[in-house]
């Protein structure tokens, strides 16, 4: 069977920060940012897959470089960037809205199965093109190794 090549695509979504999102600091928890940054990258492997046969394997990281506020709107852009044989990896980036700086990113691994949550293959291939998805390819590709 051929491979499946497919170009990364990317998946916004937009959520407004509310006072039950904040911790103590007064800014965006980060409970519930992982709760929104999980929901992207399923979004974007949903994409390409049943979401029934979709499960999170691993949350590589969620790097914080800037606090959202109550009232503030959020931007996360999720991309499939990596496939294996089973697996997905995700880019996430989280932005407040109207702005190009990320105020948090990081990369999600889900997995591809069966019934039975056995891992499938789904014969799926990501082809980058842009300089950045060339980059994040690598990036995704050696996260397996850590």
């Not at 979709?54 to 959020?74: D, E, T, W």
């Not at 994040?136 to 996260?143: D, F, S, V, W």
Request: aromatic share 6%; with cysteine; charged share 25%.
């Amino acid at each position: 069977m051929d491979k499946i090549l497919i170009k990364p695509a990317e998946y916004t979504t937009l959520r407004l920060v509310k006072s039950e999102d904040l911790n103590h600091h007064g800014t965006l928890f980060a409970g519930r940012t992982a709760e929104w940054f999980v929901e992207s990258g399923f979004i974007a492997a949903s994409s390409m897959l049943d979401p029934k046969s979709v499960v999170c394997l691993k949350i590589h990281g969620m790097h914080f470089s800037k606090p959202a506020r109550a009232g503030q709107v959020v931007g996360l852009v999720s991309k499939i960037v990596y496939t294996g044989k089973s697996s997905v990896v995700a880019n996430v980036k989280i932005r407040l809205n109207g702005e190009t700086v990320n105020i948090v990113d990081g990369f999600i691994t889900f997995i591809h199965v069966d019934e039975s949550t056995k891992p499938k293959a789904h014969n799926i291939e990501i082809v980058p093109e842009s300089q950045e998805d060339k980059e994040l390819y690598e990036i995704a590709k050696n996260l397996k190794n850590r």
